[in-house]
Nanobody, 124 residues
Framework: QVQLVESGGGLVQAGGSLRLSCAASGRTFSRYVMGWFRQALGKEREFVAAIRWSGGSTYYRDSVKGRFTISRDNAKNTVYLQMNSLKPEDTAIYYC?????????????????WGQGTQVTVSS
């Protein structure tokens, strides 16, 4: 059984930082693309960032480029999302997801496995 568990969310003031973690268990993720999505209240789930597990290639949505960094620790089967210079519009539930494909997917339906989500709230 594949399990993804996020942690690290919380309340932070605008301009602050948070680091989200996603611990994967139940399967070797060496060939998986790992992604972060977010969903704000009343809005659709949207792509934030992704990383190819084996190659380390990354991709970001435009609004977080230069502020967010996705990384992974293969030995710990963990993916991180470092979020700096946070803005109120970054407020959302953040989800970790895993895709067994090779190409980085940008839509939720390309990912097979999901975590339960962690709330990030940025106050102005």
């Amino acid at each position: 059984q594949v399990q993804l568990v996020e942690s690290g969310g919380g309340l932070v003031q605008a301009g602050g930082s948070l680091r989200l973690s996603c611990a994967a268990s139940g399967r070797t993720f060496s060939r998986y693309v790992m992604g972060w999505f977010r969903q704000a209240l009343g809005k659709e789930r949207e792509f934030v960032a992704a990383i190819r597990w084996s190659g380390g290639s990354t991709y970001y949505r435009d609004s977080v480029k230069g502020r967010f960094t996705i990384s992974r620790d293969n030995a710990k089967n963990t993916v991180y999302l470092q979020m700096n210079s946070l803005k109120p519009e970054d407020t959302a539930i953040y989800y970790c997801a895993a895709d067994p494909g090779v190409v980085i997917g940008l839509t939720p339906n390309e990912y097979d496995h999901w975590g339960q989500g962690t709330q990030v709230t940025v106050s102005s």
